[in-house]
């Protein structure tokens, strides 16, 4: 099978990219297409977080591994297969945890692999990547409201 994603900028402008990628692929494979694809030079780190239909962030599955848990979540170790599934389809992919360039990723449809067509692909490429990441707009948490929203979609992720 492949997947079809939808990798998009967070930013005011469409800057959108299309990948199709096989499932039995690792999230390292899916990091380096977007690196490709994005033209990154691939120097920083990243990192992909579960999400959900509230782009809320989840449990990490980072680049490299930096402690021994247990249940740590390696791209290199990670296939695709092995996490998406149709409860989960929606990513967020944070590169250059410095300048913080944030992306939606969103599996938008499984096909059956087409012989002779070498994956992974770009097939959809839309707006030109700025020069610096876009800015954030952080808001100041309220006292608790950072625990209450964390408990009520902790349960989302486990």
Known sequence: MIYRI???LDTKEDIIRDI???NNSTFKDLHLEILKSFQF????MASFY???????QGKEISLSSFQAEEDELIMENC????IIDEDQKKFIYIYDFLNLWTFFVEIFEINSIIKDIKYPKLIFSLGKIPEKAPDKNFEKI??????DDFEDNYDDYN
């Open 6 to 8: 939808r990798i998009i």
């Open 79 to 82: 296939p695709l297969d092995s």
């Open 142 to 147: 309220k006292d608790n409201e950072f625990e």
């Open 20 to 22: 199709e990628i096989e």
């Open 41 to 44: 030079d691939g120097n920083e």
């Open 50 to 56: 579960l999400s959900n239909d509230n782009w809320s």
